[in-house]
Each structure stands twice: as C-alpha cells, then as structure tokens.
C-alpha cells in the first residue's frame, strides 16, 4: 500500500540551527515521484521540490537540501542555518506512476510543523 | 501571476445552508483537484478532474458536488452543509493527470466555518 509518513510532528530550532525533516514512504511502484510543499502560516501551499524515484542525485538550493534514499524509502528536507522565515508546515508527498491515466494522485503525509524561535 | 483563485477566502453558512467554491487557474492546465485540510488530518482529497469533462471521487467526497465547468473553472458544492465539514479548503491544478511527475499549484484557501 501506498504510504508517507513523516513522523515529527512538531520540531521546535533556534534560529541558525540546522534541521532535518524526515520523510518515509511506502510503495509497491518501481516509477515514482516525490514531492516536498511548504505551508507558511499565512496558510498558502508553495511546491519545494519534486525527486524521480531513478534520480537519486541530492539537491541543493540555497540553505535548503534534500537527501533521497531508495535503500531506506526516505526522502529527508534538510535545512541549514535555518531563519525564523523558514517557519512553517512541510509536507511530503508521493505519486506513483503505475495508477495509469486519470487515477495518478498525490498521497500526503500528515507534515511536520517547524517553529524557527529568535 | 494569478496561478489558481479560489473565492471566497473565508465564510461562515449555518448548518444546511447551501455554497459553492469557485476555483480558477490561468496556467492551462488540464487537472484540477479540491482537497481539505483538518488539523491533524493533512489533506485528503475530495474531488479531482483530470482533464475538462470529467470528475472523480477523491478519499472524502460525501456532501459534495463538483463541476468542471471548463479548463479554467471548477467549483465545489456543498449542497446542504453540516459542522463536519468547517475545514479549510484547497483548490489545486497540475498540468496533466496521466503525468504523476507533474506538481500541482495551489490556491490560498477557502476556510468556512458551519455552524
């Protein structure tokens, strides 16, 4: 069955405190993508990244990164130095390629709330 | 850059009374999604439409209606609203739904509250 779960539910740093988000998934696909959105607390959904199950390659952008590993089903959000900015809600998702034509939906984990204190 | 709309951004209805959502996106694109939001529950989804004509049941679809009125526009229908369903609600579009790479875009939210 298909699955994200990401186990931290709240995760209190301060201010230019690295923090890892942690994002474990299940599923049966060989094809898949994941997904990393943001919710700030004025409440929007903003898309972070998107991974392909056949790129394992990290990615960096900025004081944000992004570890993908297919031995453990993880894809885990790594801030660095992290700003009271970066406060928010961060959820994983995941779509799998096998649900063919118009049944390809995200599943969602339930997010980690990060308060980022001065 | 638009990107999707959704109105109204807040209501309060009392129990029973009827609304709809209006979602709009001005990306093109072919798949549009409702979902809502309870504290604790992440989003499930309640409708999608992957392409203009047609519509499918998402997780939670009880109490709700929905229309794809055209590639732009798809709106969301509480025909007779219960306290169950006080949620923030997200409208979303990706650019294709036979394309699970694709990511969606979401609109600022509707947060209604039924009394």
């Known amino acids: 069955a298909q699955k994200v779960t990401q186990a931290q539910t709240e995760i209190s740093v301060v201010e230019k405190e690295d923090v890892t988000l942690d994002c474990v998934y299940e599923?049966?696909?060989?094809?898949?993508?994941l997904f990393w959105y943001k919710q700030p607390p004025s409440g929007e959904l903003v898309f972070l990244i998107r991974?392909?199950?056949?790129d394992e390659q990290n990615e960096i952008s900025g004081r944000y990164s992004w570890n993908f590993q297919k031995s453990t089903s993880s894809f885990n959000f790594t801030i660095t130095a992290s700003q009271v900015v970066d406060s928010a809600v961060y959820f994983c998702?995941?779509?799998?390629?096998?649900?063919?034509?118009?049944?390809?939906?995200?599943?969602w984990g339930l997010g980690t709330s990060l308060a980022v204190n001065p | 850059n638009a990107g999707v709309t959704q109105t109204p951004k807040f209501q309060v209805l009392k129990t029973g009374q009827s609304m709809t959502l209006q979602c709009a996106q001005d990306?093109?694109?072919?798949?549009m999604y409702w979902y809502r939001q309870d504290p604790g529950m992440g989003l499930r989804l309640i409708y999608y439409?992957?392409?203009?004509?047609?519509?499918d049941k998402g997780e939670v679809p009880n109490g709700y209606n929905v229309s794809r009125l055209n590639k732009r526009e798809f709106s969301l229908r509480l025909e007779s609203a219960a306290p169950s369903q006080t949620s923030v609600y997200f409208c979303?579009?990706?650019?294709?739904?036979?394309?699970?790479?694709?990511?969606?875009?979401f609109g600022d939210g509707t947060r209604l509250s039924i009394l």
């Open positions: 599923t049966r696909d060989t094809t898949y993508y």
């Open positions: 979303a579009s990706s650019p294709s739904g036979t394309a699970g790479n694709q990511p969606q875009h």
């Open positions: 998702a995941l779509s799998e390629a096998r649900n063919a034509g118009n049944n390809r939906k995200l599943i």
């Open positions: 439409s992957a392409s203009e004509g047609t519509t």
């Open positions: 990306m093109n694109h072919n798949s």
């Open positions: 991974r392909n199950s056949f």
